[in-house]
């Protein structure tokens, strides 16, 4: 495996462009080392190409009024038809975030699968959604629903069928799931919340992709022995044992 170092893009004064990508680059990105194509998000989608060494930049998506969404924070997830989706933290029908695809043959045909509207849905979707490899994408929300405090959520790749599988209790559950969700083989859904828990530090959760079996695996005590804060997705290993990453707290 070669690593290449792609060039640094500058847009021209007074250009419509991208600026403080925060999410990852989708999988197109291991392409583009051959010469092929990446995909970033914030605030608006856009697409690179490469033609020997010369990088180009070009805006697929300009997120603007409702109910397009706005501040596309998390990574995009493919789908093997060769279409991206993506969530925003802002904006839509309601104003608490959106569920979009976009074309990545062409990066045309963008289309708002969903607005979220906070009281029953939950709102604000920070993280990448997870997609089963079929027709259905998971994610989770940072606020809202019938608890106030997020919610686990899953819909068809066409848009349909848009359920609440569980509502976040802040003082068991946890409280924002700013992070993306983690599936495993057998239909479990991984993931952690940010704050919440017994002791208001965070916790690691799982649930099954129907919606049943909630169970906090884990609330966050902080100190020198543990930490706090968890907001980046969990990594499940072959044995089944999940590894992840807290933001503050252990011995230093």
Known sequence: ??????????????????????GKL???????????K?????????VVTDNVDQWTMADAHQFGAAPDGSAPFAGLIP????ELYGTTV?????????????????????????SFSSVTEGRNPH?????????????????????GAGTIFKIATDGTGFTVLHALTSATDGNGVYS?????SGGTLYGVAQ?????????????TTGGTGFTTLHSFAGGTTDGTTPSSPLVLDSLGVLYGTASYGGVN
Do not use: W
């Open 195 to 207: 704050t919440g828990g017994t002791n208001n530090l965070g916790t690691v959760f799982s649930l």
């Open 1 to 22: 495996m070669s690593i290449k170092r792609l060039p640094l893009y500058t847009p021209p004064e007074n250009r419509m462009s991208s600026t403080a990508p925060d």
């Open 79 to 82: 789908d093997a038809a060769g």
């Open 90 to 114: 802002d904006g839509g029908a309601y104003g608490y975030g959106t569920i979009y695809k976009i074309a990545q043959s062409n990066i045309s045909g963008y289309v708002t699968l969903h």
């Open 127 to 147: 993280a990448a959604l997870t997609f089963d490899g079929a027709s259905t994408l998971y994610g989770g929300t940072t606020g809202g629903g019938a608890n």
């Open 38 to 46: 990446a995909i970033r998000t914030r605030p608006g989608v856009s």
């Open 26 to 36: 989708v999988n197109c990105i291991v392409e583009s080392l051959t010469g092929e």
């Open 180 to 184: 993306a969700l983690t599936l495993d």
